[in-house]
Nanobody
Framework: QVQLLESGGGLVQPGGSLRLSCVAS????????TRWYRQAPGKRRELVAS???????NYADSVKGRFTISGDNAKNTVYLQMNSLKPEDTAVYYC?????WGLGSRDDWGQGTQVTVSS
């Protein structure tokens, strides 16, 4: 099992920046990919960005050019750098790990961190 701990959320004005961190512990070697999701009140949870163990990245159209996902293997940490933030980016952001599990895979989740973009 993989444990995930997010940090870095907070209140920021439109146009500002935040960097979220996700520190993984446990069965690190079994992580296939790490992903950031977000969920706004009354909306479905949506995938924001992902990074594979090989370093390949992918982004939702709504954040392309503004958000960057990166990893530091030495620190077992994945970051989400968020620039040019908009009020519609307000949500709880969750770190997710796709983990090898037997012959298949499973999802492990962090507890989430609140991001609020408001003037």
């Amino acid at each position: 099992q993989v444990q995930l701990l997010e940090s870095g959320g907070g209140l920021v004005q439109p146009g500002g920046s935040l960097r979220l961190s996700c520190v993984a512990s446990g069965s690190i070697e079994s992580i296939l990919a790490t992903r950031w999701y977000r969920q706004a009140p009354g909306k479905r949870r949506e995938l924001v960005a992902s990074i594979t163990s090989a370093g390949s990245t992918n982004y939702a159209d709504s954040v392309k050019g503004r958000f960057t996902i990166s990893g530091d293997n030495a620190k077992n940490t994945v970051y989400l750098q968020m620039n040019s933030l908009k009020p519609e980016d307000t949500a709880v952001y969750y770190c997710n790990a796709l983990v090898r599990w037997g012959l298949g895979s499973r999802d492990d989740w962090g507890q989430g961190t609140q991001v609020t973009v408001s003037s």
